[in-house]
C-alpha cells in the first residue's frame, strides 16, 4: 500500500521502536540468538513485520525487515531473503486475535521448567499480575505433540499454521501468555512496549517462584515440618490491578531499557 509523508514518520518510529526492543531483549536474556518479536503493521492489519533470519541482538536497520501477510505468514515481496521457520506462531495469533498488536516468542531458561513439570506458573508479585489473566489463573502450557500431523518434524517448532492455530487457541480466554512444552513461551501485548514488559516480568516471575519453592523446601526439611504451606500467590482481583497497573507505567521502564542499549555499545539501531 501507498503511504503518505505522515505514515512513512510513523512506520519508521515503529521500526526503530521493534529494533530497540530486540535489543533490549537480547540485553536482558529474554532472547538470545533465537526467539524473536513482531509487530502488527499499523496501517495495514493484514500485515505483520520481523526481521529476517538473523540474531535479535544484530537487527541494525529497516533492511533487516520483512513484511507478511496474515493469512498464510508469506512474505509480501516473493524475492524477499529468509525468515524465520516460526513465524506462523505470529500469523496465527494476528489472525485470530484483532487485539494482538505485538508478539514476542522466547526460550528463556528460567521458564523452560515450568513447562515440563506440571507446576504451574503463577503470578509471585505485582509486575507479574499478568499471569493470573484468563481462566486458571495461570498460563496454559502447549504441547506441539499433541498436534504433529504424520509429516511434522517432531522437534518443537511450530513451523506450519496447523500447529499455530493451535497456540493460538491458548489464548481465546484472555490469557496474554502461553508456555510451550520443552521449548519456552509465547506473549502477547498492544504494543511493542508492553508485549517487552510481560516478556521480561515473565522471566522473573519465573525466578522468583522457582526461588521460593527451593526456599520453602528447605526451610520445611530443616525445620522438620512434615506439610509445607502454600505459597501465596496473587489472587485474582490482584492480578488484574497489577496487570492494568503495568500497562499505564510501561514506558517508564521501556525509557530506561532503552537507554542501556543505546548505552552499552553492543547493539545498532540506523532505523
Known amino acids: 500500500m501507498e503511504l503518505d509523508d505522515t505514515q512513512r514518520i510513523v512506520l519508521a518510529a515503529q521500526y526503530r521502536k521493534f529494533i530497540d526492543g530486540c535489543h533490549v531483549l537480547h540485553y536482558h536474556g529474554v532472547l538470545d540468538a533465537y526467539g524473536h518479536l513482531s509487530f502488527r503493521h499499523p496501517f495495514d492489519p493484514q500485515v505483520f513485520v520481523m526481521s529476517k533470519f538473523i540474531a535479535p541482538g544484530t537487527i541494525s536497520s529497516p533492511d533487516d525487515l520483512i513484511e507478511y501477510h496474515v493469512s498464510n505468514a508469506e512474505p509480501l515481496d516473493p524475492s524477499s531473503v529468509k525468515g524465520y521457520s516460526e513465524r506462523h506462531i505470529h ?10 498488536q505485538a508478539v514476542i516468542h522466547s526460550h528463556a531458561e528460567s521458564v523452560i521448567p515450568y513447562t515440563i513439570s506440571n507446576v504451574p506458573l503463577r503470578p509471585c508479585y505485582h509486575m507479574a499480575g499478568f499471569l493470573g489473566l484468563g481462566e486458571g489463573g495461570c498460563p496454559a502450557v502447549y504441547d506441539a505433540a499433541d498436534y504433529f500431523k504424520e509429516d511434522d ?75 509445607q504451606a502454600g505459597l ?34 553492543l547493539y545498532l539501531n540506523s532505523a
Open 153 to 227: 518434524i517432531p522437534d518443537m517448532l511450530v513451523r506450519n499454521s496447523h500447529l499455530g492455530e493451535a497456540l493460538a487457541t491458548c489464548f481465546d480466554r484472555g490469557s496474554v501468555v502461553t508456555l510451550m512444552r520443552g521449548h519456552g513461551l509465547t506473549v502477547i501485548g498492544g504494543g511493542i512496549e508492553e508485549v517487552v514488559s510481560r516478556a521480561m516480568y515473565t522471566m522473573k516471575n519465573a525466578s522468583i517462584q522457582t526461588a521460593a519453592l527451593t526456599m520453602q523446601t528447605a526451610f520445611a526439611a530443616q525445620s522438620g515440618q512434615g506439610k
Open 91 to 100: 500469523s496465527e495469533l494476528y489472525k485470530r486475535h484483532a487485539h494482538v
Open 232 to 265: 501465596k500467590f496473587l489472587n485474582d482481583n490482584e492480578s488484574e490491578a497489577s496487570a492494568d497497573m503495568l500497562k499505564w507505567s510501561a514506558q517508564r521502564p521501556w525509557k530506561l531499557w532503552v537507554r542501556e542499549v543505546e548505552a552499552c555499545g
